[in-house]
């Protein structure tokens, strides 16, 4: 599968080469391809799946999260422009899980979590 803005691998776990390929949801990253062309903004992706071991081995990770699921990334981001056009792209693309980091977004798509915005501190 090919998308005009990510590569498959930008989404690998950084332990475990070519792990995106077989464990993301390539509707996840289609939504996220929509979302990177209506923001306008390039997002640099810090967090794609994660294994069991990578996600136990980070420090405020928690022990259910999307990433093991390939329905979630971080971006990094450290500006509020940059921070609001991805977020009203996210919005208008039906992501409704949204955290924000001082330096990055995290977006997914679990519909077994209650859509929410949070803050991470």
């Known amino acids: ?14 332990n475990v080469e070519g792990s995106a390929l077989e464990n993301m949801d390539f509707n996840f990253i289609n939504i996220l391809n929509k979302v ?11 967090s794609g799946f994660r294994t069991q071991e990578t996600n136990d081995a980070l ?19 450290d500006n509020g422009i940059d921070r609001q056009k991805i977020i009203a792209a996210a919005i208008k693309n ?4 949204i955290g924000i980091g001082k330096s990055f977004i995290h977006l997914d798509s679990d519909k077994e979590k209650n859509n929410s915005i949070w803050l991470y501190s």
């Not at 039906?94 to 899980?97: A, D, E």
């Open 36 to 46: 990177r062309h209506e923001s306008g903004v390039t997002m640099r992706i810090t």
């Open 94 to 97: 039906k992501i409704y899980r």
């Open 1 to 14: 599968m090919e998308w005009k803005y990510f590569k498959i691998e930008e989404f690998d776990d950084p």
């Open 59 to 77: 420090e405020h990770s928690v022990p259910n999260s999307s990433h093991l699921k390939g329905i979630a990334v971080d971006i990094s981001c």
